[in-house]
């Protein structure tokens, strides 16, 4: 029974790991995008 729960636990924290890490890349990039974006526009206006 022990074996079991401690499996159990295992694959819910593997799980909580894999399901929530894409989400955090997801957003990384988008504010690595926009601060990318917002680099470009002040270059292009001439205070980067």
Known sequence: MLELTLLLA???VIAFIFFTRPAKT???KTADAAAEAVRRKLE?????
């Open 10 to 12: 295992a694959g819910a």
């Open 26 to 28: 997801r957003r990384d």
């Open 44 to 48: 292009r206006e001439g205070r980067g």
